[in-house]
């Protein structure tokens, strides 16, 4: 059956620009340590661009766009940046620029080397702005689980973990998306401590194991009371918070949703209630599909755009 066609040209086509060292740092043994991120982008049709060698492609131009850094969880034992890259389409399909992150694990380093990463990644963004076509002002962060609480603690917009690569560039963020991310650490290692007590086939045995324990390090016997410089819940005063989106479900087995209630709580509290959006996902468990339907995607889209696109 042959048919002629004409559906438009509306929808514009999105490229991935992989493995972008943004950062080279060390672990705890001294190794070093390449960082990368990938770039999910409306950019035109980069084949083409190949194909001609060279020779000039007529095509629009566009304005620079705000751009979003995409978090992955993980346990903050590792997560490839791009294993969950594709649910991030819609926010390139918005007009927004996406940047997916690989940030030192919790066996390469421990906190607050994650958030020196996230920070970087942001100053790289603003430090290259004009090759990918981004506008420096509007910089935003999505992450999940894990990296929903990086993406929170970096939403509190806290000085301190600046490194000196791309030194002059700031790593303040315009706007955060926390999904069920851990953002209250004392809450998670007593939870854990009643989980273990109660359940002798419970998976860790000691605080030192779990997540958190290797994400802090250190002395045990300390480690709740430092959690509470790397968890949002307590970072909030004082300090130049971002608009929050934040999302968790109601039976999330993993991250109590106790945890975002508290964080939320706490913005309001502080001021931050017109700027902080909370959804409460009935029936969603621990990143489970609820987060991705397009209910949701269009909650987080809209959330972007108040904050992110010039009205």
């Not at 492609?57 to 566009?62: C, N, T």
Request: net charge negative; glycine share 8%; charged share 25%.
């Amino acid at each position: 059956m042959k048919r002629v066609v004409d559906f438009g040209n509306k929808r514009r086509s999105i490229n991935v620009i992989d493995n972008i060292v943004y950062s080279h740092v060390k672990d705890m043994d001294g190794n070093p340590v390449e960082l990368k991120l990938s770039i999910m982008t409306q950019n035109g049709n980069s084949e083409l661009k190949l194909a001609m060698q060279g020779a000039p492609v007529e095509e629009e131009k566009l304005p620079p766009r705000p751009a979003i850094v995409w978090i992955p969880g993980g346990g903050y034992r590792g997560c490839d940046k791009n294993l969950m890259l594709a649910e991030m389409m819609f926010l390139a399909d918005a007009g927004f620029i996406v940047a997916s992150i690989y940030y030192r694990s919790s066996a390469q380093g421990h906190f607050p080397d994650q958030i020196i990463d996230v920070k970087t990644a942001v100053r790289f963004l603003r430090a290259h702005a004009a090759e990918y076509e981004i506008d420096p002002e509007r910089i935003g962060v999505i992450g999940r689980s894990a990296g929903g609480h990086l993406a929170a603690l970096a939403g509190c917009n806290v000085p301190g973990y600046d490194s000196e690569e791309w030194s002059g560039y700031s790593s303040e963020v315009q706007a955060v998306c926390d999904m069920f991310g851990p953002v209250d650490f004392p809450m998670m290692m007593d939870d854990e401590k009643v989980r273990m007590k109660e359940d002798p086939t419970y998976r860790w045995k000691t605080v030192k194991e779990t997540h958190l324990g290797a994400l802090m390090g250190g002395d045990v016997n300390t480690m709740r009371e430092r959690g509470k410089e790397a968890s949002p819940t307590y970072q909030i005063e004082g300090h130049h918070i971002c608009p929050m989106l934040i999302l968790h479900g109601t039976v999330d087995p993993l991250v109590s949703l106790n945890a975002s209630e508290k964080f939320y709580d706490e913005l309001v509290a502080a001021g931050y209630e017109d700027q902080t959006d909370f959804y409460i996902l009935t029936n969603a468990g621990h990143g489970s599909r609820e987060f991705f339907q397009p209910e949701i995607k269009e909650i987080i889209e809209n959330f972007f755009k108040k904050w992110l696109k010039k009205q």
